[in-house]
Each structure stands twice: as C-alpha cells, then as structure tokens.
C-alpha cells in the first residue's frame, strides 16, 4: 500500500455541543481542571506549609507539558465544539491556564508541521522554528537539555504576530488579547499577592522546558527525509491515557488530522508501511526519552546525510522535495 492510499475515517458525532465526538469532554473537563489547579495555588499559598507548596509547584510543572501536548494540542488539529464561541473561550481559558496566547500556539504549530524538524539552509534557518536541528551543528540535532532549557528564551512573538497578521489580521487580533489576559491574570496575582509571583514564576519556566523536552523527543531520531517516520512514537499505556495519546507522534505527522481517540487503530492500519520505513519508538514517554536503552548519538539523519560532503544546499533541496510528497498530502495551513 503507497502512503498515498491511506484513508483515514473521520469521527462524527450527532451531539449539537461536541464537534467531533462526546468523548472530547475528557480532555475539556480536564482543562477546566487544570484553570481550577491554578487558580487554586493562588489560594492555597498562605494557607499550607512551603514544602507542600513546592510539591504543588512541581506538579503543576508536569501539567502545563501535559495540557500543552495534549489538551491545548488536540484543540488546535480538532477544535471540541461545534459553535465558534465556546472554541474561543475555551481558547482563552487554555491561554490563560498555560501562560501563553493559543493561537500564538497553533501559529507555531503550524509552522512546525510545514518544516517536521527540518534541518538548517545554508543561513541557518529552518522552516519549523522549533526544530530540534535548528541550533544544532553540523547537521546534528542541539543537546536535549540545552533545547528544553534555552528554547523558551528563544521564543519570539513578534514573528508569530507578523505571520497571523499576513494570515488573519482577526486571528492576530485575539492572540494578542489572549497575550494580555495572562499577562493581566499574572499581573493581578501578583498585585495580590507579589510573593506568589516570585514562588509560581520558577514553576511556570520549568514547566514550558518540560514541553520542549517533550517536543525533542517526539523528533530526535526520526528520519526527517521519509513522511511515516518525521515523529518518534512511545506506546506506553498509560502515558497514553493520560497524555491524550499524545505518544502516537509519528501517526500524527503522517496525518495530523486523525482524533486522538483514533490513534491506535489509525497505527494498526499503518504498521507495516511503518516498519518498511524504519519508524523509531522509544519505551518510555518522551519526556523521559533521555532514558530509552536504545538512544541514538547526536548525529546527522542517515537518510538525509548520504555522504560527509553533502552541502547544507542540497539537504533543503531534499526537504523541500519531501514536503510535496504524498504523505503531506493530509497537511494543514
């Protein structure tokens, strides 16, 4: 079977509330669970010893990774509901929950998808802005801990703003209010609060480096010249469970359009094309990727790297011809 003749089913559902399916009020239960967690340490903070705290802190670390690679993930490629009213609030309940505008989220994303971890042109830029490759050398992908750590300060909205600008001026116009109301939520906070401020913020860092440790492991030793191998998957169980099947990432690159709830049986389908193309899977979750047996050097992709002289030209000519092929065919803009 040619990647090309993959179908996908989509899910439907006849609820007048959920876009997709009624299982989708799992994850949007879960968000508004995640809001409660938050606002709930604000509360909490005076009131309990510090040592609690700081178990509540790093808790609440774990969980921004989790809702912004799942909950928040999930909503950018299937929106929950139905009415575009209650997508956008929910959208800035999440911008407000995670610290950072969703739409500002998906922009990025979205590039992401355009590059799958591309590796540098002859400039040094990559078409994903936050490929694992990106601050790398010699082709090889940058130090795991370095991308986690370092990739927050690198962030820049003023290039997100430009490009939802070019795209929507309406759609720019919201993430920047979604910008300015978790600023505001902070702002307030620590108006109330200042020495919550200076507890929480620490924890909100380390939690936006958790997603990005997250993020390298979904694409470090994956073959970013063949479409069924852009992503690294882990099918830990429960992980899955847990993370909205989160774990299925090469699945996800292949067709980013497939519903969480469909993963498995989307992989099922496609598991011998996988194995001719030499998908990678790890045995832990990604976010501990740095402990599978089988971890690979930091070296350049074989399949893109033939030869030791092969120029940086040449390596986008190949990016470039990939992003055509058919196993794009289900991408997104």
């Keep these: 079977m040619k990647t090309n003749a ?8 006849d609820s007048k509330l959920f876009a997709h399916t009624r299982w989708d009020a799992i994850p949007v239960a879960a968000g508004f669970l995640h809001c409660a967690y938050f606002f709930g340490m604000f509360y909490l903070f005076p009131r309990i010893p510090l040592w609690l705290m700081i178990i509540l802190g790093l808790i609440y670390s774990v969980s921004i ?10 909503f950018i490629h299937n929106p929950y509901f139905r009415s575009p009213v209650l997508n956008r609030l929910f959208s800035i309940l999440e911008s407000i929950t995670i610290g950072f505008s969703q739409i500002f989220y998906e922009c990025i994303h979205m590039q992401h998808h355009k590059g799958n971890a591309d590796l540098p042109d002859e400039t040094g830029e990559t078409v994903d802005w936050i490929s694992i490759y990106k601050h790398g050398h010699d082709g090889a992908a940058e130090h795991p801990f370095k991308y986690a750590f370092f990739s927050f300060f690198r962030e820049d909205p003023k290039t997100v703003f430009k490009e939802l600008k070019r795209k929507d001026h309406r759609e720019a116009f919201w993430g920047v209010l979604e910008l300015t109301l978790f600023v505001a939520t ?14 929480i913020l620490p924890f909100y860092y380390f939690g936006h480096s958790l997603s990005y440790l997250n ?6 030793g994956g073959n970013p010249d063949e479409p069924l191998a852009w992503g690294v998957s882990s099918y830990d169980k429960r992980y899955n469970w847990i993370w909205f099947y989160n774990g299925y990432h090469a699945e996800h690159h292949f067709r980013p359009k497939v519903h ?10 496609i598991a011998e ?28 992709p074989s399949s893109v790297l ?7 030209r040449a390596i986008r000519a190949h990016l470039l011809t990939r992003k055509l092929s058919p196993g794009s065919s289900d991408f997104e803009t």
């Design 215 to 220: 993020g390298f492991y979904r694409h470090y």
């Design 273 to 300: 094309q996988q194995r001719a193309a030499g998908v990678r899977v790890i045995e832990p979750p990604h976010a501990l990727g740095f402990l599978d047996p089988n971890l690979p050097l930091r070296t350049p």
């Design 306 to 312: 033939p030869g030791a002289n092969l120029s940086r």
């Design 6 to 13: 993959v179908v996908v089913e989509r899910v439907t559902t």
């Design 260 to 269: 969480w709830t469909r993963m498995q049986a989307f992989r099922d389908q």
């Design 65 to 74: 990774s989790w809702n912004i690679n799942g909950i928040s993930h999930n």
């Design 186 to 199: 902070f702002v307030i906070l620590g108006v109330l609060n200042w020495r919550y401020i200076c507890f």
